[in-house]
């Protein structure tokens, strides 16, 4: 059974920062490539980093220099470091791991609020 489940979410300043944390079981880790998601009341899904089997990496545009996307292929963990947070990155943060063919599985997401 796959599980896939997200924690670090809270309420922070602007300025501030965050470390979300993606925890999995069930999949083949190290081949899958793992995304970091949000979605902000009103809006879209949008995807924020990216992380290969290679690990190359991906980044919005409107993260890169403040987020950085890792991965613990022996704990078969995924992190997104936040950092510089602004109001604006006020979502739910969802993981995905995804492979084609294999599967793509998606965690319930963890609140991050970025208010003063």
């Known amino acids: 059974q796959v599980q896939i489940r997200e924690s670090g979410g809270d309420l922070v300043q602007p300025g501030g920062s965050l470390r979300l944390s993606c925890t999995t079981s069930?999949?083949?880790?190290?081949?899958?490539?793992i995304n970091w998601y949000r979605q902000a009341p009103g809006k879209q899904r949008e995807l924020v980093a990216s992380?290969?089997?290679?690990?190359?990496?991906k980044y919005v545009d409107s993260v890169k220099g403040r987020f950085a996307i890792s991965r613990d292929d022996a704990r078969k963990m995924g992190y997104l470091q936040m950092n510089s947070l602004k109001p604006e990155d006020t979502a739910v943060y969802y993981c995905?791991?995804?492979?084609?063919?294999?599967?793509?599985?998606w965690g319930q997401g963890t609140q991050v609020t970025v208010s003063s």
């Open positions: 995905n791991a995804l492979r084609a063919s294999w599967g793509d599985f």
């Open positions: 992380i290969s089997s290679t690990t190359d990496t």
């Open positions: 069930g999949i083949i880790f190290n081949r899958y490539t």
